[in-house]
T-cell receptor, first 116, second 111 residues
């Protein structure tokens, strides 16, 4: 069976510090990978998605970036955090879109980021 | 612009009091509609996918239905353990499989 991991679970960082959040998926190959942010009391906002190694699409211009160095690893980074970067960061995967079928996205446990 | 709106924002029920959550959508071409359950501090848990108007799916006390403009999540005789935020999301053709989420409905079931 497939599992998705995220770490760290919680993180408190000062403004201006760098950020690196990691997401890994087990039990599948060549997944589509997604990064979402959820602000308090709000829905999920898609930040980045990737359909393969080194392929990153950005949905929202901001000071965050994403990378996919390995097939089942997705990293969210920032060089300098802002207060507005606080939130709950969720990684998700699905097995890809093909033949008209719709593939469900499965979410990781999330990382709670607080920027002070 | 593709948009998803959920109502109500919050719903308080007594145990056993059935009700429905609404998800209205305006999209260019619906590929699928998804319902998730999210407990506080955790990632969303998949519940249902609906693909076409008239489709219905059930799981325990939950039943999801879909029309051309909205989806309903019916909760029959809810229990306190059904308390959670329920998220609706749509997937649109030609947008790489990404999901567009509503703001969620926070459900609280009191014993």
């Amino acid at each position: 069976s497939q599992t998705i991991h995220q770490w760290p679970a919680t993180l408190v960082q000062p403004v201006g510090s760098p950020l690196s959040l990691e997401c890994t998926v087990e039990g599948t190959s060549n997944p589509n990978l997604y990064w979402y942010r959820q602000a308090a009391g709000r829905g999920l906002q898609l930040l980045f998605y990737s359909v393969g190694i080194g392929q990153i699409s950005s949905e929202v211009p901001q000071n965050l970036s994403a990378s996919r160095p390995q097939d089942r690893q997705f990293i969210l980074s920032s060089k300098k955090l802002l207060l507005s970067d606080s939130g709950f960061y969720l990684c998700a995967w699905n097995s890809g879109i093909g033949g008209g079928a719709t593939d469900t996205q499965y979410f990781g446990p999330g990382t709670r980021l607080t920027v002070l | 612009e593709d948009q998803v709106t959920q109502s109500p924002e919050a719903l308080r029920l007594q145990e056993g009091e059935s009700s429905s959550l609404n998800c209205s959508y305006t999209v260019s071409g619906l590929r699928g509609l998804f319902w998730y359950r999210q407990d506080p501090g955790k990632g969303p848990e998949f519940l249902f996918t609906l693909y076409s108007a008239g489709e219905e799916k059930e799981k325990e006390r939950l039943k999801a239905t879909l029309t051309k403009k909205e989806s309903f999540l019916h909760i029959t005789a809810p229990k306190p353990e059904d308390s959670a935020t329920y998220l609706c999301a749509v997937q649109v053709y030609n947008q790489g499989g990404k999901l567009i989420f509503g703001q969620g409905t926070e459900l609280s079931v009191k014993p």
